[in-house]
DNA sequence: TGATGTCCTGACCGATCGGTCGGTCGGGAC
DNA sequence: GTCCCGACCGACCGATCGGTCAGGACATCA
């Protein structure tokens, strides 16, 4: 399946690309990886294409070659961007340590992963805010119930040994975690230029605080 | 400057159009307001002129007699929605009650009205996610400040008096308030999907829970 | 050597895009 | 009256869109 001899036609590929994917050698992984950086930067729509034909050194008839459509394709994106999605966060909440450092970790390594896979992560975002109805279904349950869950499941466990309090909604509290993260990517550019605010370029210590306020609250007490 | 009789034009307008703003006489007013669910339900690329036009019953070419391009047409409706948006949410966090009332109807509040104005809202999030850079700094000082600093300065001043620890970061603490609710916002109808979580259509007792858990935290004390 | 299949290409198609142009129409100003 | 003006329209433009098609380059297998 995967190409013998890197042809002349791969050397000048190696040459003309001008994104970070270079190193795939196949015309269909070069396609999806530029896709991906296309769809993400410049939507569905605002995306031809042409230019992402271009962006993989390709022409835009081979495109049509390895997909049969722009929806296609697109599709095919969102779900390799899918799979690559779900397979992390998994050993964080599991060891015995204190509750909060389990929270505060867990966060700090959401925060990291989605800022890794940016373009990737764009995607799945746009693609979650849009449709809701029927096609994303499966979307959800695969991407956000995957954090969802196990976030839940962690606190709602947390809550029967009587380490949390009663009254606090495990899915809601979920919710606001994964929220605050999700709003420091979508805005993080932007929130550079609130005042006030200094963590716009230190996601770690923003997700140490979310955690910390969200475990101990505003009027808890011993912050330390 | 308003139109003095409803012409025989504007009454075949008010057949045809299919929206909610057939009241709007004015077709500079109609154009604004249908291509602000345009442009929110389709993105900038995603929606054609043409469609814009249809929807205001006009024809397409009246849309370029009152904006020079789609470009601008596009950017008078953020200015419009921008402009909707910093006039409210004023009167919420002054008045002399407990603090985590004022906290719980701010967050309240806050949720009713970007669910109220949910295509403006969409708009606006959505520019704010990509330019970021030049073009959207007026934005933010705008909009997102708006919100951001009246809270932030709220939750500061509760600080100095001592009702709120030391040890919380005001700013972070806004900013946890404010992504619970728009990712509330941007997520809402995929929420339904979502097991265990019991407030996907009552937004209400969404914000409720969340001001909650933010003012007494996971191990907090007297959960009423 | 020839047949076959894969990968890839340029030329081309109809449709639609944003935008222009010339012109119609009705309502004040005078 | 007639003059002007803003609102509005149909027809049209070049460019670009997604997609098709016939065929070339090359590797594999017979």
């Not at 190696?14 to 896709?35: F, I, K, N, W, Y």
């Not at 008839?61 to 779900?86: G, M, N, Q, W």
């Not at 050993?91 to 867990?106: F, T, W």
């Amino acid at each position: 399946m995967a190409m013998p001899t890197p042809t002349e036609h791969a050397a000048k590929v190696a040459d003309t690309a001008q994104d970070t994917h270079e190193a795939l050698v196949s015309g269909r992984d070069r396609l999806l990886a530029c896709a991906a950086d296309a769809f993400a930067q410049r939507g569905y729509a605002g995306t031809s294409v042409a230019a992402i034909a271009e962006r993989a050194a390709l022409s835009k008839s081979t495109v049509f070659h390895h997909f049969p459509t722009k929806r296609a394709l697109y599709l095919a994106v969102i779900e390799k961007a899918v799979a690559d999605f779900s397979q992390t966060l998994d050993s964080v909440l599991d060891e015995a340590r204190p509750l909060d450092r389990q929270l505060e970790d867990y966060q700090c390594q959401h925060i990291a992963h989605i800022l890794d896979n940016d373009q990737v992560t764009q995607l799945v975002l746009r693609e979650l805010q849009k449709n809701a109805s029927k096609d994303s279904a499966h979307l959800v349950s695969d991407v956000l119930s995957a954090n969802f869950q196990r976030l839940v499941d962690f606190i709602s466990q947390a809550q029967n040994h009587g380490l949390i309090r009663d009254h606090v909604d495990p899915s809601v509290t979920a919710l606001t975690l994964i929220s605050a993260n999700v709003f420091y990517f979508q805005h993080r550019k932007v929130l550079r230029y609130l005042p006030n605010f200094t963590c716009a370029d230190q996601p770690r210590r923003y997700a140490q605080s979310v955690s910390e306020l969200i475990f101990h609250g505003l009027n808890g007490e011993h912050p330390q």
